[in-house]
């Protein structure tokens, strides 16, 4: 049971930051957060307990990209 409290907090706060960064421009980092939930419930083929890991491992990531947005496009516009 607390597994799935955790997953739907942290669930409700990833899309809170992914909204966030839609609103902001933050383009590279939205593409990466997505990117990491489609290939973390890709590899546990949608399994319950795989499905909570991957939510909350992506939150993880939107907290670490936020912090430090990835800056592909800029290498290539310079």
Known sequence: ?????????ATVFNLGV??????KGMWESF??????????????LGMKD???????????MSIILWIR???FMKGLLS
């Open 18 to 23: 992914l909204w966030y960064k839609l609103e």
């Open 69 to 71: 947005p990835p800056q």
């Open 50 to 60: 795989g499905m909570m890991t991957a939510m909350c491992v992506s939150f993880i």
């Open 1 to 9: 049971m607390e597994a799935v409290v955790i997953t739907v907090i």
């Open 31 to 44: 593409a990466v957060d997505v990117g990491v939930i489609c290939l973390m419930n890709y590899m546990f």
